[in-house]
């Protein structure tokens, strides 16, 4: 099993997506940010960074996280990121689109594009599929799990823009789960996290 | 300078709130973490958001009642998940099996939530859910319940015995961000802004 740390910002939902057994099991440690740029980062094999932290301390992190993934290490980011700090991002915003199941047989826009990627032994596409904040754009090299119908990225894998790998979605089920908020959300993490700890990236 | 005080959690949906003339007009933001270096004297009231971290909260929460004491107002809403604020219980969700679980009634008329349709509050867009999905209970025992989910579980109330000053919480998400969607729920916005003002008039004019 790899080790995985996950950046801890006290907010509500979190406290409880990261305190759930079912996830907490996978979990190495729980780094509260305040305390992260002290950290010894040096017994993880993964560094998870979930949705809606803090500007002022995820900016001040930066070189630390990008840090840890040069040194081999895989890096997360869940949910939209309006901040520059994950190499070669190009994040688009996008307005959520809250609505789209409201009319029947729509299409979620949602394209599973690499479904022999190891992943997908533990989640589907339905599992991932509610609305999305936006869209990355990665690197030439990075391989895209998930795209919206034009293409852009909701999960990707970067192992071209550092040593280690990023992995990165739009999506934010940490946040979801936490704030008792659709189901979905909650079979996301269900395979997602078991998938980081021990399956093939 | 505001006289209210809101805590900016930092985080990716807040940003709007840092350009919005509405936030910027009444409400002085500062940073989550710039907290226990404010000096709370100009301030009537603390607006508290959802995202805030409240392990943060817990190391101040001594700040915040002393602040009550003085006879001043805390705005909470969200789910309390430690315990830094007075007298309010850690959130509950509540066990939903259908959609009408999470139906509003209003439980008494308060100038917050006046000319506010429940329904409003309970769909967006015909989905229920959005608006709370549990409770701090047991609520402290004089406190004033505004709203509640069915089976009598209050979300939003008032706390005006546990400290000197005013408590006002809802488990939900903010409700300053109620606005401009064009549905009544856009007057709490504005209708908790001046219960805010009126309530300090209140607190410091010894009508309690």
Redesign the interface.
């Given at each position: 099993m790899r080790k995985i740390a996950v950046i801890f910002?006290?907010?509500?939902?979190h406290?409880?997506t990261f305190n759930e057994p079912k996830y907490k099991q996978y979990i190495e440690e729980l780094i509260?940010?305040?305390e992260f740029a002290e950290a010894d980062l040096s017994r993880f094999d993964v560094l998870f960074i979930p949705?809606?932290?803090?500007?002022?301390?995820l900016m001040k992190n930066k070189e630390k996280i990008q840090t840890f993934a040069d040194n081999g290490g895989i890096v997360v980011a869940f949910?939209?990121?309006?901040?520059e700090w994950i190499p070669n991002q190009q994040w688009e915003d996008r307005p959520a689109n809250?609505?789209w199941w409201?009319e029947p047989g729509a299409d979620s826009g949602l394209r599973l594009v690499a479904p022999e990627y190891d992943l997908f032994n533990y989640i589907t596409l339905a599992d991932a599929t509610w609305h999305q904040h936006g869209v990355y754009w990665p690197v030439e090299g990075a391989q895209k799990l998930i795209t919206t119908a034009d293409g852009g990225a909701v999960l990707y894998v970067d192992k071209v823009s550092s040593n280690g790998t990023w992995i990165v979605t739009t999506l934010d089920p940490d946040y979801h789960f936490g704030?008792?908020?659709m189901p979905a959300t909650e079979r996301f993490l269900d395979g997602f996290l078991p998938w980081l700890a021990k399956g093939e990236i | 300078m505001k006289n209210i005080l809101f805590l900016d959690p930092g985080h990716a949906f807040g940003l709007e709130n840092r350009t919005s003339p509405f936030m910027s007009e009444n409400f002085t933001i500062i940073d989550q973490y710039v907290f226990a270096e404010t000096d709370l004297t100009p301030f009537k009231a603390i607006v508290v958001h959802d995202f805030i971290d409240q392990i943060y909260m817990e190391k101040h929460k001594e700040k915040i009642a002393a602040f009550l004491n003085e006879g001043k107002i805390v705005v909470w809403a969200g789910h309390l998940v430690t315990p830094w604020l007075p007298g309010c219980a850690i959130f509950t969700p509540k066990e939903i099996k259908n959609h009408t679980d999470y139906e509003i009634s209003i439980v008494k008329e308060h100038p917050v939530f006046e000319g506010v349709n429940p329904d409003e509050m309970t769909y967006n867009k015909g989905v229920a859910g959005f608006f709370a999905r549990g409770s701090h209970t047991p609520v402290p025992v004089d406190a004033e319940v505004l709203l509640s989910l069915p089976e009598d579980t209050p979300i939003t109330y008032i706390d005006r015995t546990t400290t000197k000053g005013t408590i006002f919480v809802h488990s939900g998400r903010d409700l300053f961000a109620l606005r401009m969607q064009s549905k009544t729920t856009d007057r709490i916005s504005t209708q908790l802004l001046q219960w805010i003002h009126d309530e300090y008039e209140r607190l410091q004019g010894g009508t309690n």
């Open positions: 910002s006290g907010n509500a939902p406290m409880r509260y940010f305040p949705s809606q932290l803090n500007e002022g301390l949910g939209p990121q309006p901040w809250f609505w409201l704030s008792y908020f | -």
